[in-house]
């Protein structure tokens, strides 16, 4: 399977065998859209803007090859074990190992340790392919993405040569630990606590509802070293089998079952000092600068799976029938299959409008990531249980995976802040204006 190539000129020979085509220039050298409809970005490349039920409109020939790659990997080594990895509870390490053999564990990662270098854009493109496959699985891999870039984008020079080239590979798997027993949506009022003996730091507290806790390497802790309030919060890497770090049981979950969830526990964890991710005091900031890509990689997922039942429900009414004639013949789905649609374009519209935002740097990035993740999660998740519904009674069924992407994307209407939390920051970002 081909593979994607990194940005630089400089790739390898097995790397430039990988691609199915001839490997394109640098960013600088990104080929100009012909389309009439387009937008000019804040580096001056051409983008189109137009997005359509077609996942590849708007797309330059290059990210057509990033979806390619993503969409062929998910529909070969992720759908046909989605079940199975959600019935039997299995973390596929492997096939994770397997995605970022193609570029898939750091995206948007600095080049110069391993990452891919791509943007949030093409990121969002790629976690909406694999989100076919599974959303599960997806899900975990965005997760790790963040807390890759969350080291190369704050870590030292030291931090950033160590860990990046490991997690870009996924020889190590990375956690984010932010949510706690007591402080989910107000993360400012968290409880876990690091004060300072000689060359480490002791860590107390736990962190709740941990993605890969338990089987993976590496935890990003926001942890209190300060005084109250944001500001007294810092990130420390903590890794597995530190003296003082332990987890709780595995949870049973609605969905997300491809990847272990657990607490994690510091009980006078030792720390080493150079263990701190940026500054120390820098942590929420950094937590919230991770959340803001974090709300566009969830929605991509949303729009992964919405997009796949969509397709499923329109395959299931042309075959099924009653009443002598097949479902799609029928005004009733013919006119829920649009709003359905309708619903699944405004959705990829506002999560590709905000990744751009994220990518520019535009003033209203908080507030567009925020409206994306609010609409698409919410809009998205109609979609599939609406095409649950045209599936009838089938749709009920294990045997069919629309109810599984119902349950693997609920969740996404609560992780990354609340959908309520999403909404208390677009009324913030207008009325303190």
Request: charged content about 20%; some cysteine; overall charge neutral.
């Amino acid at each position: 399977m081909a593979a994607i190539m990194r940005r630089p000129l400089s790739l390898t020979q097995s790397l430039y065998r990988c691609l199915a085509s001839t490997p394109k220039p640098v960013l600088s050298h990104r080929p100009q859209s012909t389309l009439a409809d387009t937008d000019t970005d804040t580096a001056g490349f051409t983008v189109p803007v137009v997005t359509s039920l077609d996942i590849s409109a708007g797309l330059t020939e290059e990210q057509k090859e990033y979806q390619s790659l993503a969409k062929d990997f998910a529909m070969k080594e992720l759908f046909p074990n989605m079940s199975t990895w959600d019935q039997e509870e299995i973390f596929p390490v492997d096939v994770l190992r397997n995605a970022a053999a193609l570029g898939f564990g750091a995206l948007y990662t600095r080049m110069d340790y391993g990452g891919t270098g791509l943007t949030r854009l093409d990121a969002s493109i790629i976690f909406e392919a694999l989100s076919h496959g599974c959303v599960s699985t997806t899900a975990y891999l965005t997760i790790h993405n963040m807390v890759c870039w969350m080291i190369d984008r704050f870590g030292t020079e030291q931090q950033r040569e160590h860990w990046v080239p490991l997690m870009a590979n996924m020889d190590k798997l990375g956690s984010y630990c932010l949510t706690e027993p007591g402080a989910g949506s107000d993360a400012a009022s968290l409880g876990t606590v690091a004060r300072k003996e000689g060359g480490k730091w002791i860590v107390n507290g736990s962190k709740a509802f941990i993605s890969g806790g338990g089987d993976t390497d590496v935890y990003l802790v926001m942890a209190r070293t300060g005084g109250a309030g944001p500001k007294g919060i810092s990130c420390l890497l903590l890794e597995k089998g530190m003296k003082g770090l332990s987890f709780g049981k595995k949870e049973k979950k609605m969905g997300w079952n491809s990847q272990p969830t657990r607490a994690v526990i510091m009980e006078d964890c030792e720390v080493p000092v150079e263990n701190v991710i940026g500054v120390e005091g820098q942590g929420f900031n950094i937590a919230m600068a991770g959340l803001n890509g974090g709300r566009i990689n969830i929605a991509s997922t949303s729009l992964g799976a919405a997009q796949h039942s969509l397709e499923l429900a329109a395959d299931h009414l042309k075959v099924r029938k009653q009443f002598g004639r097949p479902l799609s013949e029928t005004q009733h789905n013919q006119f829920k299959l649009a709003k359905m649609a309708t619903k699944l374009v405004a959705s990829r519209s506002m999560v590709r409008n905000a990744a751009r935002a994220l990518d520019s740097g535009h003033p209203d990035t908080v507030q567009l990531c925020s409206m994306a993740k609010l609409f698409a999660t919410d809009n998205c998740f109609e979609v599939v249980n609406d095409s649950l519904q045209m599936h009838g009674g089938y749709g009920y069924l294990k045997d069919y995976p629309v109810e599984q992407f119902l349950r693997d994307i609920r969740v996404n209407q609560i992780l990354e802040g609340t959908n309520q939390v999403m909404q208390m920051l677009i009324a913030r970002s207008i009325l303190n204006k």
